[in-house]
């Protein structure tokens, strides 16, 4: 069974400051990792994905995430956070078969002028 | 191109009543799911439909939770009765289709209340 933790529900930065959330996950075969963003009322939006080619990978809105196999770890990072960056953030894994998600506890991030 | 569509937005019901969620996915995709988001919590998958067929609904509470996906389009969800625990927000995603590694598209999601 696939399982995710996500380091610490609530993550506090300053305007400008590095973003870092943490996520590590166990799969019995490799998986395919996703990082979601929630804004208040919304849907859950894609970041970026792994699905087995480059480790770094590159998404939206200036993020990104390094697969770590060794460590089994996926984590999310911003140089320079912004206002907008305010939102809940999920990691999420798939197996190779059959696409369905399961998702860590989430982390909220607040960003402080 | 249109997103996922949900409706309602937000309901609210009392205990052991019934409601029905509707989604409409993206045109031309194949898969669709539903999550089940507990406030304070990751989506949790109830149910997942290739067409019209289910391929996944090991998770849903079967005793109350009911889903369908006529022609392979729209899917409805449907709780009866609604208990107090039932309070959270569906989400519905669709994909192209069942590929691995394939980008969910989530709707703007259902936030239900059990009181």
């Known amino acids: 069974a696939q399982s995710v933790t996500q380091l610490g529900s609530h993550v506090s930065v300053s305007e400008g400051a590095l973003v870092l959330l943490r996520c590590n996950y166990s799969?019995?075969?490799?998986?395919?990792l996703f990082w979601y963003v929630q804004y208040p009322n919304q849907g859950l939006q894609l970041l970026l994905k792994?699905?087995?080619?480059?480790?770094l990978v590159k998404g939206i809105n200036g993020f990104e995430a390094e697969f770590k196999k060794s460590e089994t770890s996926f984590h999310l990072t911003k140089p320079s956070a912004h206002m907008s960056d305010a939102a809940e953030y999920f990691c999420a894994v798939s197996r190779a078969a059959g696409n369905k998600l399961t998702f860590g506890g989430g982390t909220r991030v607040l960003v402080k002028p | 191109e249109a997103g996922v569509a949900q409706s309602p937005r937000y309901k609210i019901i009392e205990k052991r009543q019934s409601v029905a969620f509707w989604c409409n996915p993206i045109?031309?995709?194949?898969?669709l799911y539903w999550y089940q988001q507990i406030l304070g919590q990751g989506p949790k998958l109830l149910i997942q439909f290739q067409n019209n067929g289910v391929v996944d609904d090991s998770q849903l509470p079967k005793d109350r939770f009911s889903a369908e996906r006529l022609k392979g389009v729209d899917s409805t969800l449907k709780i009866q009765p609604a208990k107090l625990e039932d309070s959270a927000v569906y989400l519905c995603a669709s994909s192209e289709e069942r590929t691995p590694g394939g980008e969910q598209y989530f709707g703007p999601g259902t936030r239900l209340t059990v009181t």
């Open positions: 045109s031309g995709h194949a898969t």
């Open positions: 792994y699905t087995s080619a480059a480790t």
């Open positions: 799969s019995s075969v490799p998986p395919y």
